[in-house]
């Protein structure tokens, strides 16, 4: 069973950039397609981007225009690149498979990894 491993986070300034990545054991990621969700302190997850199977991009409108998905099937990784954060893209951001990639729903399945924390504060 495939098993993501989120790592990259940090705590950065307001306009600052980070780049996540998404590493899977178990199985192999190239096959699926992939999200990324973030969990605001106190708030729910909810899906940021996605990339399918064949490399196709869907982000989120708080997301567009400053997140980058892509994915390295050699390296079996995906990324996430975040450019320009503000302080509300703080959470932890998990990976995860997903069945269902749009701009207006984002639904994982399978399992969820441990998270990375992103801290945008002044």
């Known amino acids: 069973q495939l098993q993501p491993v989120e790592s990259g986070g940090g705590v950065v300034q307001p306009g600052d950039s980070l780049r996540l990545s998404c590493a899977a054991s178990?199985?192999?990621?190239?096959?699926?397609?992939v999200g990324w969700f973030r969990q605001a302190p106190g708030k729910e997850r909810e899906g940021v981007s996605c990339?399918?199977?064949?490399?196709?991009?869907r982000y989120v409108d708080s997301a567009k225009g400053r997140f980058t998905i892509s994915r390295d099937n050699a390296k079996n990784t995906v990324y996430l690149q975040m450019d320009s954060l503000k302080p509300e893209d703080t959470g932890v951001y998990y990976c995860a498979t997903v069945n269902y990639c749009s701009e207006h729903r984002i639904t994982p399945f399978g399992s969820w990894g441990q998270g990375t924390e992103v801290t945008v504060s002044s």
């Open positions: 990339i399918s199977s064949s490399g196709t991009t």
């Open positions: 178990g199985d192999t990621l190239s096959y699926y397609a």
